[in-house]
């Protein structure tokens, strides 16, 4: 075979894991269990109180400039996004502002969280938003992943 280019096939020795679909869909109330227990892993400033999440989540289903999506595989509810939008004067119009945003440990970097910020996105799109905005502590290097920049230093303060 002198002449000849011969190339071979090369397999990574990448561990090659089932594609993973979790289910990306709107919050219902029978959610609140699961969506109480990855909230109070979240929470690090506040301990999340199980009578004021269910009057927050029930007056959040229902409240129109809310948008509060899950992620669930086989039943499981194993993330969720909450966000808001409002009008302002800055921006012309809308901005939606992703406030919490949480995946299970055992299924983070598999592409949950994307998938959740996808879904608010789109929405914040449907109204028109002009901008999407969120403050993180932990997770830079993920939103930067999904073309966020860095803006604005965050502040705040306690009544």
Known sequence: MHGTNRTKK???ARSLRPVFMPTIRPALLTDSDAIFSLASAFATSFLVER???????????QSPDVFIA???DSGR???????????TF???????????????EDVRR?????????????WARSRQSKLIGL?????????????????????????
Not at 77 to 87: E, R, S
Not at 110 to 122: A, I, K, P, T, Y
Not at 137 to 151: H, P, T
């Open 70 to 72: 899950v992620a669930s």
């Open 110 to 122: 598999r592409g949950v969280g994307r998938r959740l910020m996808e879904s608010f996105e789109q």
């Open 77 to 87: 509810v194993i993330g969720y996004v909450l966000g808001f939008d409002h009008h």
């Open 10 to 12: 090369v397999t990574h």
């Open 135 to 159: 403050a993180t502590r932990r997770a830079a290097a993920f939103y930067q992943s999904l073309g966020y920049a860095e803006s604005a230093t965050y502040f705040r303060r306690l009544p």
């Open 90 to 104: 800055y921006a012309n119009g809308r901005v939606s502002w992703v406030e919490e945003i949480m995946v299970a």
């Open 51 to 61: 009578a004021a999440f269910e009057s927050s989540f029930c007056a959040l289903l």
